[in-house]
């Protein structure tokens, strides 16, 4: 019969367990997904059983209510972070409102974090000993978005009771997709060079837009079609 072999990280007040090797039963705690989770802000101890193996004491220190003190510094394309007040840190990526407990990147007292063209925030945990520091989150303002090419030859061609809207564009490592709009309202996106649509009976307004990875858009082009 095997002992269990698991992960543990604590972040703030909550305590996080995976098993890396077959399937495991950790006492106090509740399954989410593939992993294990409890909430308590002091130290404790716990078994940890391994389906059809053996059950293994487990530890996790406390929480205190110190945090970890944080000096940024820019450097074109890196942030340069020093860490003061604990022995190890845990470096947490939080993507979109979502952060994951096994992502953590355990560093010293020094690190160096790329910028990008979005905004990107981090949680930062130091450990002394047993103890867990509160979690201190942190952003890194954005690099300066690269401008953003407009397309060309925008034109339009109608076809009975339907009008194509046709440009023409060379995209880079940033596009994503082109916007639509008409009269001001967006109406679609597509990564073609063209675009069907309902011909009016009135005098349009029709604007294309270029979308980059990074959500941000260019200031469009716009023609006008006038039945």
Known sequence: MEDPVVEVRRIGAKVFLRSLEGEVIPE?????????????IQAFC???KRVEGKKKRQCVGGLTQEKVSIDVEYHQ???????KGFDTYELYAIEGDRLSPWGGKKVLEQLEVNRDYIKRCY?????????????????????PHPPIKEVERLDYRVLGDRLYLIWS???????????VFEDDREIGTT???MFE???QDKKTTYKVKVRSIYGKESNGVSLSYNP
């Open 46 to 48: 716990f078994l940890v």
């Open 28 to 40: 106090g705690f509740s399954r989410i997904d593939n992993y294990w989770v409890r909430e308590q």
């Open 123 to 143: 949680l930062i945990v130091g450990k002394r000993g047993d103890t867990y520091s509160e979690p201190t989150e942190f952003c890194v303002d954005p690099l």
């Open 169 to 179: 564009y060379e995209p880079d490592d940033f596009f994503k997709e082109f916007v």
């Open 191 to 193: 990564k073609a060079y």
């Open 77 to 83: 394309n890196k942030v340069k972070l020093n860490l």
């Open 197 to 199: 649509l309902k011909r």
